[in-house]
């Protein structure tokens, strides 16, 4: 009998739920043809189960069997090569399948394919220990867990720390692999890791490497990372001045901090001049030079109770009151000299700078004022600061009063004109030490209330009200024990009069002559005022008889060459033509009146 040779893959690959297809290629010696092709597969318990059966008069699918309604063979045979589709393929689908073929004369021959399922599993999970974890303890302590769920085959997960995979160690590392196997047939597996961790361990990533097998290859997920809190003793302390942060200086609130350089739990105090403090923070408000000194920060392990110390030095910087020699208040004479000084102890350089009315008067410790006067009484103020430190200062102060007899400064105006009946505020300021005595008296030796008075800085400060009545003087007088000082206000009272404006007219034949004078108002003085009056008196009378005495010769035709009749070329004359034209400021009536006084009507013409 002739042999047949049969061809097939070792192995096909493909994910769950795909197709796959299993190609069986055979020769023989008879050729190809009327053969007949079988299509079995390999039981768990090693056994063939057939499932296909093919020859050239029938196909058959053996019933009852896992793949009776999942597989179909495509060719006949006569090409020498024959495919088996198995459809939604199983993780149940991973076995050996044969395809054995039979010739015409009884020759034989058979092939082996193994089918490969994969299955890509869930993203893997990691969760770290919530708890921390001791140096001191003497067995490796849990670090975390990694777990990948439904994977085919079962995934590999491996450890990592920092980039660097972990191995099992004794006594160090342990790493406890375990896996299950799900109701689907998929795997999942499980890592956990223990460590003997140290202090280093502190700051380390962990994390974990998950490897599994797909078609042609494999693939590879990570976890994130996590870190782990460690518990280590201090074998360090350090305190220190947490603020202010450079020199200190009374007054200031000092914060020292005192802390371990491990994380367990301990007992922290802070002692000075053996006093005790169990805080790691240490306040001193508003300090003092006292609180100068060493402090002294003590750490007890609350496990094995050992103890570790350090200290440090606070010194805290002061500056003592402004001392002023002479001291608060001097008297000096005018034309003294006067040296004075300003010191304050410090434990660092100072600065002194003396002031007047807030201008600076001295760059030096001293002050020295020559041929003192009014001018330079006052008062000083030394300040004394600290360059090295800000908002470091003291002040002094001294008061310096020159003694001498009484100046009253000169007001500016001390001639006036004021209405009557008005009000008028006189002030008046005086210099001198000691403070004089200030009085307000007139020309009469009336003495006026004084309505204000004041002492300041710069001397006494009076103030009176004159009612004006008349002309007045008034005197600001002032006195000391070293003498007196005055000085006088003159005040002129005026009034708003108007005079009337005078016209005077004359009637000669057809020509009339008219003077008209206007004077506008004026202020004219009180003083004044009754000689105007008589003046105008007579003025009118003057005017009266001269109008009398060109009547008188009118009459007897002595005026114009008059003899017997008079001719007159426009109108007739009234008896007493010679008339006064009276004008108001604010009227244009004009009232005529005759030298009888009788009331004539105002005509342009006469």
């Given at each position: 009998w002739a042999d047949v040779q049969v061809n097939m893959e070792d192995r096909v690959e493909v994910f769950r739920g795909e197709t796959a297809q299993i190609a069986c290629m055979y020769t023989s010696a008879d050729g190809v043809g009327g053969m007949i092709i079988q299509w079995f597969y390999v039981t768990r318990s090693g056994e063939k189960q057939k499932i296909y059966y093919q020859d050239a008069t029938m196909k058959v699918v053996d019933r009852g069997t896992p793949f009776t309604e999942r597989i179909s063979v495509n060719g006949t045979g006569a090409t020498g090569e024959v495919v088996l589709t198995i459809s939604e393929v199983q993780i149940e689908d991973e076995l050996e399948f044969i395809c054995l073929i039979k010739s015409l004369t009884d020759g034989a021959g058979e092939g082996r394919t193994k089918l490969k399922v994969f299955e890509i599993p869930n993203l893997p999970t990691i969760e770290g220990v919530q708890t921390g974890i001791s140096v001191n303890k003497d067995s490796p302590s849990m670090i975390g867990t990694c777990e990948v769920k439904n994977g085919f085959p079962k995934p590999n997960i491996t450890w990592y720390r920092n980039n660097t995979p972990l191995r099992s160690a004794q006594d160090v590392v342990k790493i406890v692999p375990s896996s299950t196997t799900e109701s689907s047939g998929l795997f999942s597996a499980k890592?956990?890791?223990?460590?003997?961790?140290?202090?280093?361990?502190?700051?380390?990533?962990?994390?974990?490497?998950?490897?599994?097998?797909?078609?042609?290859?494999?693939?590879?997920?990570?976890?994130?990372?996590?870190?782990?809190?460690?518990?280590?003793?201090?074998?360090?302390?350090?305190?220190?001045?947490?603020?202010?942060?450079?020199?200190?200086?009374?007054?200031?609130?000092?914060?020292?901090?005192?802390?371990?350089?491990?994380?367990?739990?301990?007992?922290?105090?802070?002692?000075?001049?053996?006093?005790?403090?169990?805080?790691?923070?240490?306040?001193?408000?508003?300090?003092?030079?006292?609180?100068?000194?060493?402090?002294?920060?003590?750490?007890?392990?609350?496990?094995?109770?050992?103890?570790?110390?350090?200290?440090?030095?606070?010194?805290?910087?002061?500056?003592?009151?402004?001392?002023?020699?002479?001291?608060?208040?001097?008297?000096?004479?005018?034309?003294?000299?006067?040296?004075?000084?300003?010191?304050?102890?410090?434990?660092?350089?100072?600065?002194?700078?003396?002031?007047?009315?807030?201008?600076?008067?001295?760059?030096?410790?001293?002050?020295?004022?020559?041929?003192?006067?009014?001018?330079?009484?006052?008062?000083?103020?030394?300040?004394?600061?600290?360059?090295?430190?800000?908002?470091?200062?003291?002040?002094?102060?001294?008061?310096?009063?020159?003694?001498?007899?009484?100046?009253?400064?000169?007001?500016?105006?001390?001639?006036?004109?004021?209405?009557?009946?008005?009000?008028?505020?006189?002030?008046?300021?005086?210099?001198?030490?000691?403070?004089?005595?200030?009085?307000?008296?007139?020309?009469?030796?009336?003495?006026?209330?004084t309505a204000s008075q004041k002492e300041t800085e710069e001397g006494i400060w009076s103030e009176v009200s004159v009612k004006v009545t008349s002309d007045i003087t008034v005197f600001c007088n002032a006195s000391n024990d070293h003498g007196t000082d005055a000085v006088t206000f003159s005040i002129k009272a005026t009034t708003n009069t108007t005079t009337p404006a005078t016209t005077t007219s004359t009637t000669i034949f057809s020509a009339t002559v008219k003077a008209e004078t206007a004077i506008p108002p004026k202020k004219i003085k009180k003083e004044g005022s009754g000689v105007i009056i008589a003046v105008l008196i007579i003025c009118i009378l003057l005017l009266a008889i001269l109008g009398s005495v060109l009547y008188f010769l009118y009459k007897k035709g002595k005026i114009c060459g008059r003899s017997g009749k008079q001719e007159i070329t426009k109108e007739k004359s009234n008896k007493d033509n010679i008339v006064v034209e009276m004008k108001g400021d604010n009227t244009e009536e004009a009232v005529l009146l005759g030298v009888n006084g009788e009331k004539q009507p105002s005509n342009d013409q006469v």
């Open positions: 890592s956990e890791l223990s460590l003997k961790v140290v202090k280093e361990d502190k700051d380390d990533r962990f994390y974990c490497e998950v490897t599994f097998f797909v078609p042609g290859g494999t693939r590879m997920t990570e976890t994130n990372r996590i870190n782990i809190t460690v518990y280590y003793p201090s074998t360090a302390v350090s305190v220190w001045v947490e603020s202010p942060k450079g020199k200190i200086k009374e007054g200031d609130s000092i914060v020292l901090r005192c802390h371990g350089n491990g994380n367990t739990p301990s007992l922290i105090s802070i002692m000075h001049d053996g006093k005790s403090l169990d805080n790691d923070v240490l306040v001193l408000k508003n300090a003092t030079r006292l609180h100068s000194g060493d402090y002294l920060c003590t750490s007890t392990d609350t496990d094995t109770f050992e103890e570790i110390s350090a200290n440090t030095s606070v010194f805290v910087n002061y500056l003592d009151p402004a001392m002023v020699m002479p001291n608060d208040v001097i008297v000096v004479n005018q034309g003294q000299k006067l040296n004075a000084t300003c010191n304050a102890s410090s434990t660092l350089q100072t600065h002194t700078v003396w002031f007047k009315d807030e201008k600076e008067v001295s760059k030096d410790q001293s002050l020295i004022l020559n041929n003192n006067t009014f001018d330079t009484a006052g008062t000083y103020v030394c300040v004394v600061t600290v360059p090295e430190i800000e908002g470091m200062e003291t002040r002094g102060t001294l008061h310096v009063n020159v003694q001498g007899p009484p100046e009253i400064m000169e007001p500016e105006n001390m001639e006036m004109e004021e209405s009557f009946q008005t009000t008028v505020d006189l002030s008046c300021k005086v210099r001198g030490f000691p403070a004089p005595s200030v009085t307000w008296t007139t020309s009469d030796g009336k003495v006026l209330k």
